[in-house]
């Protein structure tokens, strides 16, 4: 598996028949109560989310959905979200803090939508937004990114205390097509991009941007979905179990610090 | 000893303010909106605002400065603070270089406290001619540092916007400057502290989703371009043209999203005004 090329990962995690939003909520969790609506003006398909059971123990759980069949992937816009869907997402954080309990994201999606409406709905509010509340939450926020994420999109329901990523998924500023559009004008030399912009999760491990690689079976996640969700639950639960027992100031606080820390220039690093 | 000292300041400032305020074109200069042409002097007296349509030239981040602070408040911090290779891109450090040597600046983000109208504040401006003032590393750390020291001080905060989104060659690590920055005013607002976002031509991409769009008032500069994703990626994702005024500073008013459209030549009156409304103390 460790000789996939950043390229062969960007196609497995966007392969259709990888397992989705729905198959880890079906696998993971009991009694899952979808909750719709922004409560402003909208329902966006594009992010599921609801309250239910993990191992006994309520959760919330907000996740892209791009759909499986055609119907659903237009139903869903293609996992691409409005600002409806992130002002959902964020109703449904502040419920998680208001009854005290954990938050779990499942990334995978192209970006947030670029779309006109989106833009009249205030696409880059809605994202910014969920970022500032995200930062504050005083209850434990684990993100696994299962797919593709992509952009600002992405991120907006990605401000966790551990990030975990599948061993075959891909976390990027926007997709290898967009970058190599914009840096060289030419979306053709994308498999040169996915190399250049280390988006595989072991990269992304040492760069200090995820905190926990899960592994997938052999071939790939939707050679096993079983197995892949089995391997998702090993993780969910050892790093859920452990956030568990810190305060909510701590949580808030380890969340701000592991954020705060990203980027800083080196000590005594000169300038270029 | 003071005024001494602040003069010095004041000079260094307006010495950088001069390499800064460059209008295209000989002793005439076109409008890239009106196609009008004015002298370089005419458009250099108004501030960069083109004296026949009130089109908005980019300005750079010290004029900026100039334009809106104290003569002699200006302190610049972090100044050395410094750009970064973080993914050893191809050819990124010679990029860098480049627009340090064309633009004498750093990194994209001017950070400086000074004051407005005799009131202390911390401000911060993005710089289009670095990179499109793009979101890098050091941008978002220069960023977070300002919004701290404010926080630290007690100091309300201004942040100018001019951003063509992320930073390409940081990729990931620009991607996460949007937490960082966004995280830092949390904390920041928590303090009861004013946080006041101008919005520039252009204000796109990272930059926008987060703490553009997150103060607690929002300007915004006449006819500047405000949005998400760029026109160009909206037109071929949908397939169809926009509307005209589609995501300038004036549409954005009309949704919404920005609480005044206030043109460069009264920027520095409006700041004045809301930082004296928000002062605290006093009672009925």
Same mark, same amino acid.
């Not at chain 1, 840096?183 to 030399?189: S, V």
């Not at chain 2, 501030?47 to 349509?53: I, Q, T």
């Given at each position: 598996m460790s000789a996939l090329t950043a390229a062969e990962r960007v196609a497995m995690a966007r392969h259709p028949q990888r397992p989705n939003i729905t198959d880890y909520i079906d696998g993971l969790f009991t009694d899952f109560f979808e909750q719709k609506g922004d409560r402003l003006c909208g329902e966006d398909e594009a992010i599921l989310g609801g309250v239910a059971l993990y191992h006994g123990q309520s959760v919330t759980v907000i996740g892209t959905r791009k759909g499986k069949t055609l119907e659903e992937n237009l139903r869903c816009n293609f996992g691409m979200p409005n600002p409806e869907g992130y002002r959902k997402a964020l109703r449904l954080m502040r419920q998680a803090e208001k009854f005290r309990r954990p938050v779990l994201t499942f990334i995978d999606t192209a970006g947030a939508y670029p779309g006109l409406e989106a833009e009249a709905h205030g696409q880059g509010e809605a994202i910014a937004r969920n970022l500032l509340e995200m930062s504050r939450l005083t209850v434990p926020v684990v993100a696994v990114i299962t797919g593709e994420g992509n952009s600002g999109g992405a991120l907006a329901l990605g401000v966790a205390n551990r990030i975990l990523m599948q061993e075959n998924a891909v976390y990027a500023i926007l997709s290898p097509e967009g970058f190599a559009s914009i840096?060289?004008?030419?979306?053709?030399?994308s498999a040169e991009a996915s190399e250049l912009m280390r988006l595989t999760a072991p990269e992304l491990l040492r760069l200090g941007i995820i905190d926990d690689i899960i592994p997938e079976p052999e071939g790939g996640a939707h050679c096993d979905a079983a197995q892949a969700i089995r391997e998702v639950d090993r993780a969910l639960r050892r790093h859920l179990s452990s956030l568990c027992k810190e305060s909510g100031a701590a949580l808030a606080e380890d969340r701000y610090q592991k954020f705060r820390k990203m980027g800083v220039a080196a000590p005594g690093k000169e300038a270029l | 000893m003071n005024s001494m000292f602040a003069k010095r300041r004041a000079r260094l400032l307006a010495m950088k303010a001069i390499r800064d305020n460059y209008i295209p074109g000989d002793r005439l200069t076109e409008c890239p909106s009106c196609h009008g042409e004015n002298t370089r002097k005419a458009v250099a007296e108004g %501030? @960069?605002?083109?004296?026949?349509?009130g089109y908005h030239w980019p300005i750079g981040g010290y004029y900026r400065l100039s334009t809106i602070?104290?003569?002699?408040?200006f302190r610049e911090l972090n100044e050395k603070y410094p750009a970064a290779d973080p993914l050893s891109f191809p050819d990124y450090p010679e990029k860098l270089a480049a627009a340090q040597r064309k633009t004498? %600046? @750093?990194?994209a983000a001017v950070t400086a406290t000074g004051s407005i109208g005799g009131r202390k504040c911390v401000v911060g401006v993005l710089d289009s001619r670095f990179f499109m003032g793009s979101m890098s590393a050091a941008v978002g750390e220069k960023i977070t540092l300002a919004i701290e020291y404010a926080g630290k001080n007690k100091l309300p905060l201004i942040l100018f916007s001019a951003s063509g989104g992320a930073r390409m060659q940081e990729g990931i690590l620009s991607l996460m400057q949007m937490a960082k920055t966004s995280a830092a005013l949390a904390r920041f607002s928590e303090k009861g502290l004013l946080y006041i976002s101008v919005l520039t031509d252009p204000t796109t991409g990272g930059v926008t989703a987060s703490f553009a769009s997150l103060g607690d008032v929002i300007l915004a500069e006449p006819g500047a371009l405000i949005g998400f994703a760029g026109p160009r990626v909206i037109q071929q994702t949908i397939g169809e043209t926009l509307p005209e005024g589609f995501q300038r500073a004036e549409y954005q008013l009309s949704h919404g999203f920005v609480d005044a459209v206030v043109p460069r030549g009264q920027l520095r009156e409006t700041l004045s005004r809301l930082l004296h409304l928000h002062e605290k103390g006093g009672r009925l």
């Open positions: 840096l060289w004008k030419d979306a053709a030399r | %501030l @960069s605002v083109c004296p026949k349509c602070l104290d003569p002699g408040s004498g %600046l @750093s990194e």
